[in-house]
């Protein structure tokens, strides 16, 4: 990522009716901190161009006080680019990159409600299984599913 492909990719979040203002607010947080220092911000994002144009991201990272264990902590494909792999490809990426640091675990947090409901099967598609809930934790119904995928070596 660079900074040209910061309002692309604040377009993409504004326009994904998953994400609410202030959690939109936080992603342009960690894109910004990425971009001031991109070796010491913690994070790695990847950015999916079709023809020349930003098309989404993926943002992740290496979790503090363990070992081998990675967060995914934003994806955002363009609403009208979805459907065309850009997400399989962005998630094929970290995986193989995760792989190549010894990972062995990649950790995502996502919310229960039904706006989400693509969100998960996505994942579990991608071989990601349910490993836990928080009952309410975003919000009174709104409950935080965590999905995790291993990896062997």
Not at 9 to 24: A, D, N, Q, R
Not at 39 to 66: F, H, K, M, Q, R
């Amino acid at each position: 990522m660079s900074p040209r492909d910061k309002p692309a990719l604040m377009k993409i979040l504004k326009s994904s009716p998953e994400f609410k203002s202030h959690e939109v607010a936080v992603a342009e947080e960690v894109i910004d901190v990425y971009l001031q220092d991109i070796n010491g911000a913690g994070y790695a994002v990847l950015v999916a161009e079709v023809d020349s144009a930003v098309a989404g991201y993926i943002c992740y990272g290496s979790t503090p006080c363990t070992v081998g264990t990675w967060d995914v902590y934003w994806v955002a494909v363009d609403p009208e680019k979805r459907g065309q792999g850009i997400g399989k490809a962005l998630s094929e990426e970290v995986d193989a990159a995760i792989v190549k640091e010894h990972g062995r675990l990649i950790i995502i947090e996502t919310s229960s409600t039904p706006l989400y409901d693509n969100t998960r099967q996505f994942y579990l598609n991608r071989g990601y299984e349910i490993a836990g809930r928080i009952p309410d934790f975003y919000a009174p119904g709104d409950d935080m599913i965590i999905m995790t995928k291993r990896f062997r070596h």
